[in-house]
């Protein structure tokens, strides 16, 4: 194709779950014109600041051009043979639990879907998984236990219509921008409309809540389980639904016990007014959609905190219906797509799972494969622990950079740096994950790639090409299948195009559902590449009983055996391990015009403008007993380490808690790796990191 269209393409923006919709053009002087589509039903043409600086991110400063081993420029041939013989070698001697992939939530669904199909398929391990696994894991953990299965049942149109929106653990207005303007948009067209955000910061999210909700780290799984409690005491369950369609809420009542408001308010740091204020609120509105992001899912608790919200909803019916559900937001442009595929460590394609014999045959029988993993792989986690012992001996890094973003990130950083063979496929040539590697492996950038992404309404929009490749750059589809060739698996990964591989993904999932449930993906099954090019942006599942705005469970029934919603007994209780020598809780999260590791953002200098430098929010009581002024430089420790960082006093902090943005490494500024402080505690059922409750102290920073 020519890649100076007279037309705009349409593709969608690669940096958060909101997945918006864009046309871009590549201009005769090689820049970039680009502007929200507004056809796309995620935005209608909306874009925040990041989206809209994209053209200044699309540059050639910093690119992997060309593949390379042991630092030497090599042909993709050479490369890709080093990289099979690598993998070979060390499943022979080793086994196939000796290797690893970790993939990203930037990857498109037909990278995701190959890079498990070798592993989990061919090499016969589970060991792959994802930096979403850092994003929405626990949420993934909650929708199973409470559904069945791994559904989101609302879309943004519900956030629209529904009368109450609890936002819980999420910065929209800086981490999903275009739903928080949708969302503003919507209560500035109805004033009725009733806004609770429930944070420990006061975020600019704040400003268009009538109620924010100060709540200690953690201290939300007692405030849900108390409304459960609270719904009961006043006689607002949904007695005929629970009845009809739910099982477990004796049990979840049970275990939601003791719920006086003075035990809810000490276990949340909030008072009885605030405690009644909410509580009442969601007692009287009854179309309530209930929002939740990083704040609830990078929890030790994270799944139980999932599973209180869901219970509340299950138990007054909100939920299947416009305006009612419970809402996890995906962080990352593709989290969902992953999850489709089986990108996690314990699932496999088409929502099936692992552990699952009747499943994996399933998927065995569909690929032809020789073999099949047989059990979990490890997670995010444990597999850069395994790295570090010595356990894993071959490791693949797909578009993404874990010595700076996993917690414990200095000892990540030296895992990578001894593991015997690191093969990274980017699209840059210098991160502190990229330098450490023995391959190097140009991949195709955003503006170049070609395929889908799913966002968090279940989605399924196109990523188009409207640049060339540069270099030798290859998509991240291509590389993968060039491997697993390589292998020996030629027939398996004889691909075309990714058109195939989303055709071979669709028909994996009308197989899987045959007579069970009807998915919009299973008519994507015999997809031509005239019909992948022209793909409109649709949402699965989506039962036949959906309602227009692409609900699912409307007519009650649920993924379950039973066929039941499930309540799941969950315990107000929040365990708290102070050490006197950091006594202050760490949060970490985005700002407005950063993204990850700032590989992208960090090109543009309009992005860098609203907060250039790595900053520590703190509370100005807490400055004044450090001896801390604004703009200081505060050195922030934990038991694993330390950064430094300018001092940013503000009242939105809570006294007690500080918060550093995520995004600022070493590479960009000397001392700020913020994940070096962050202990690797997970959550026991998710494996997702607890990023927002770390133990620290702060000092004033002195040179000396
Ligand atoms: Fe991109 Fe998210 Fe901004 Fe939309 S809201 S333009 S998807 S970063």
Redesign the pocket.
């Known amino acids: 194709m020519s890649f100076e269209e007279p037309q705009a393409i349409r593709t969608t923006?690669p940096?958060?779950g909101?997945?918006?919709g864009v046309r871009a053009r590549r201009e005769s002087d090689g820049s970039v014109q680009l502007s929200g589509d507004p056809e796309h039903p995620s935005?209608f043409g909306r874009?925040?600041s990041?989206?809209s600086a994209l053209p200044e991110t699309v540059g050639l400063a910093g690119r992997l051009l060309y593949p390379k081993v042991d630092g030497r420029r090599m042909a993709w041939d050479d490369a890709l043979g080093a990289v099979a013989d690598g993998f070979t070698r060390a499943i022979e001697e080793h086994g196939p639990d000796s290797v690893a992939f970790y993939c990203s939530g930037q990857l498109l669904t037909e990278d995701y879907y190959l890079a498990n199909k070798l592993m989990k398929g061919f090499i016969g391990s589970a060991n792959i998984d994802t930096n979403s696994r850092l994003c929405m894991a626990s949420a993934v953990a909650g929708h199973k236990r409470a559904f069945g299965a791994d559904t989101v049942p609302c879309t943004y149109e519900d956030l629209e219509e529904a009368d109450l929106v609890v936002l819980v653990g999420s910065n929209l207005a800086w981490c999903?921008?275009?739903i928080y303007q949708r969302i503003a948009a919507a209560k500035e067209k109805r004033p009725e409309m009733k806004i609770v955000l429930i944070d420990p910061r006061r975020t600019m999210t704040a400003d268009i809540a009538d109620l924010h909700l100060p709540i200690r780290a953690d201290g939300d799984v007692a405030l849900f389980t108390g409304l459960l409690a609270w719904l009961d005491e006043h006689d607002a369950i949904d007695r005929s639904y629970v009845e009809n369609h739910t099982e477990g809420f004796g049990d979840a009542l049970k275990a939601a016990q003791p719920a006086s408001l003075e035990r809810i308010a000490m276990l949340t740091g909030l008072n009885a007014e605030q405690l009644t204020a909410f509580y009442d609120l969601f007692t009287r509105i009854q179309k309530t959609v209930t929002l939740f992001s990083q704040g609830v899912n990078q929890s030790q608790r994270g799944t139980d905190k999932v599973n209180a919200i869901i219970n509340y909803h299950l138990a007054t019916g909100r939920i299947g219906r416009p305006g009612m559900g419970p809402f996890s937001i995906t962080g990352q442009?593709n989290a969902m797509g992953g999850r489709e595929v089986g990108g996690l460590a314990n699932t496999l394609a088409a929502h099936m799972e692992l552990e699952d014999s009747g499943h994996r045959d399933r998927v065995q029988r569909f690929w032809h494969s020789p073999r099949i993993a047989d059990k979990p792989g490890l997670k995010a986690v444990e597999l850069f622990q395994a790295v570090a012992d010595g356990r894993i001996k071959a490791l693949w890094i797909m578009a993404t950079n874990p010595a700076d973003t996993l917690p414990e990130a200095d000892l990540v950083e030296q895992a990578i740096k001894d593991c015997p063979f690191v093969v990274v496929s980017d699209v840059v040539n210098e991160t502190d994950t990229v330098r450490h590697a023995h391959v190097k492996l140009p991949a195709a950038a955003w503006g170049e790639k070609d395929g889908t992404v799913t966002n968090s309404e279940r989605r399924i929009s196109r990523q188009r090409p409207f640049l060339p490749m540069p270099g030798d750059a290859q998509p991240d589809w291509w590389i993968i299948a060039e491997v697993g060739k390589r292998m020996g698996f030629e027939d398996a990964f004889a691909y075309d195009g990714p058109d195939e591989i989303f055709a071979e993904h669709a028909a994996l999932s009308a197989f899987e559902n045959e007579g069970t449930r009807d998915f919009d993906i299973g008519a994507c099954a015999g997809l031509d590449r005239g019909g992948y090019d022209a793909l409109q942006p649709f949402q699965w599942p989506r039962p036949k009983e959906s309602t227009s705005s692409g609900q699912v469970f409307v007519d009650g029934g649920f993924f379950t055996q039973s066929g039941r919603g499930r309540l799941v007994p969950i315990s107000p209780s929040v365990r708290r391990e102070h050490d006197p020598a950091f006594p202050m809780t760490l949060n970490t999260g985005r700002v407005r015009d950063h993204w990850h590791s700032m590989t992208r953002t960090g090109r543009s200098p309009r992005l860098s403008q609203h907060l250039a430098e790595p900053f520590v929010e703190l509370n100005p009581r807490d400055a004044a007993r450090h001896g801390i002024a604004n703009a200081d430089i505060v050195r922030v420790s934990s038991g694993d380490g330390a950064i430094l960082v300018r001092a940013l006093l503000t009242d939105r902090q809570s006294p007690g808690s500080v918060f550093v943005p995520m995004h600022w490494t070493d590479q960009f500024a000397s001392n700020a790796r913020v994940d070096r402080l962050v202990p690797a505690v997970t959550d026991p059922l998710s494996g997702q990191p607890a990023s927002k409750n770390a133990a620290v102290r702060i000092e004033r920073f002195v040179a000396t």
Request: hydrophobic share 20%; charged share 5%; net charge positive.
């Open positions: 923006c940096y958060c909101v997945g918006c935005n874009l925040c990041k989206g999903h921008p275009v442009p």
